[in-house]
């Protein structure tokens, strides 16, 4: 039996955190199926490729991340987004949590820290999702 | 012209400045922030029994 990769998609306005994360999550066996570079463009990507996990940044152009993730869990519910971004006021933090982000994970964590939230985070999501 | 400097006045300007800070635009840490997300597990929870 093959196990299937787990499908991402990166939205960030900034290209080099995009090949940052491309390669964390390629080094996580995950396979990166989009990359946004703005709000708008990742509610369409979103919906084209239906993403296991989106990580998703704040600050964009076009439509904010936490505006993205409004119309993306208000369409599917059960969406897997953890929130990546050096925005850290508690205001955001708590939006983005009470919007149903799955985690919110600041910018200046440090790498092997922030695989193993991503990790623990989709294994929790999975366990409440009632998957292996 | 010369200012003088009432330090004890300075010490309680820094004070009030602090207690009037919003705890809105508090930086949260990523410790912080696992917190507020087991509060939230915790009261799913607490909604589901």
């Known amino acids: 039996m093959t196990t299937r990769k787990t499908r991402v998609l990166i939205a960030d306005d900034e290209g080099h955190i995009r090949t940052l994360m491309k390669a964390v999550m390629t080094g996580m066996n995950c396979e990166v199926v989009g990359e946004a570079k703005d709000g708008q463009e990742a509610v369409e990507i979103f919906k084209k490729e239906m993403p296991d996990l989106l990580l998703l940044d704040i600050n964009m152009p076009l439509k904010n991340g936490d505006e993205a993730m409004e119309e993306i869990i208000s369409d599917f519910p059960d969406a897997f987004v953890i929130m990546l971004t050096s925005v850290s006021d508690m205001e955001s933090v708590k939006r983005c949590i009470t919007l149903g982000a799955a985690n919110y994970i600041r910018k200046d964590t440090p790498l092997t820290e922030m695989k193993k939230i991503i990790r623990e985070t989709w294994d929790t999501f999975k366990q409440t999702r009632g998957e292996e | ?49």
């Open chain 2, 1 to 49: 012209m010369s200012h003088r400097y009432d330090l004890n006045k300075m010490l309680e300007e820094i004070k009030e400045d602090q207690q009037g800070e919003n705890p809105q635009e508090k930086e949260m840490s990523q410790e912080d922030i696992k917190r507020m997300l087991l509060e939230r597990l915790n009261a799913q929870k607490g909604k589901k029994t």
